[in-house]
């Protein structure tokens, strides 16, 4: 099934919110510091995503074993959009680059862009697609400065998967996300974009 491929999330003039999921050691030292430290590993692709279900699907509600810990992160709009510039799909795509072309970008990219299907808070599809967003190298230094602020979300997440378990959970509760706007046309059409 094709899904809509657009950005939903948090966002306003100066950020906009995507989430992480880590351990216990590297989620408690990057609130505390504000920014990532040594437990993070710098040379590794770390991976963005903008949609809250998407990332609670993705963790188990944070139930999963080095997810446990859940991180709003509010990144600075300008790095954001210089990111997604940047970004290579991790399949090739008849709408864009394909083939050898493809290949090339992608090898060379230091960020690499993946559609999945969003989600309900029960894990069920919805008929339109999440971005997450692997950074490394460069990117990934130009995503770690461009960081406003880190919140551990964990206690809310556990509560709100509880009620979720239970019947009780009303989604108006949840994280409210809206549509980004990507204006690039280039960006739109290198990444799939409806």
């Given at each position: 099934m094709e899904h809509n491929r657009q950005i939903n999330a948090?966002?306003?003039?100066?950020?906009?919110?995507?989430?992480?999921?880590?351990?216990?050691?590297?989620?408690?030292?990057?609130?505390?510091?504000?920014?990532?430290?040594?437990?993070?590993?710098?040379?590794?692709?770390?991976?963005?995503?903008?949609?809250?279900?998407?990332?609670?699907?993705?963790?188990?509600?944070?139930?999963?074993?080095?997810?446990?810990?859940?991180l709003a992160i509010d990144l600075r709009r300008e790095v954001f959009e210089s990111l997604l510039r940047q970004a290579v799909l991790t399949s090739p795509d008849a709408s864009g680059i394909c083939g050898e072309d493809w290949r090339r970008a992608l090898d060379a990219s230091p960020v690499r862009v993946q559609w999945d299907p969003d989600r309900k808070p029960d894990g069920d599809p919805i008929g339109r697609a999440a971005i997450q967003m692997g950074v490394r190298g460069s990117a990934l230094e130009e995503m770690l400065g461009g960081i406003a602020c880190i919140t551990d979300i964990t206690a809310q997440v556990r509560k709100w998967n509880a009620q979720r378990k239970s019947g009780s959970l009303d989604r108006k509760q949840l994280p409210?996300?809206?549509?980004?706007?990507?204006?690039?046309?280039a960006v739109r059409r290198r990444l799939a974009m409806d």
């Open positions: 948090i966002y306003n003039q100066q950020t906009i919110r995507v989430y992480q999921a880590y351990c216990p050691r590297i989620a408690q030292e990057a609130v505390r510091l504000q920014h990532f430290g040594e437990q993070f590993s710098r040379t590794r692709m770390t991976w963005i995503k903008p949609s809250f279900l998407w990332m609670m699907y993705r963790s188990g509600w944070a139930e999963k074993k080095d997810q446990e810990c859940i409210q996300e809206r549509l980004y706007p990507v204006a690039d046309a």
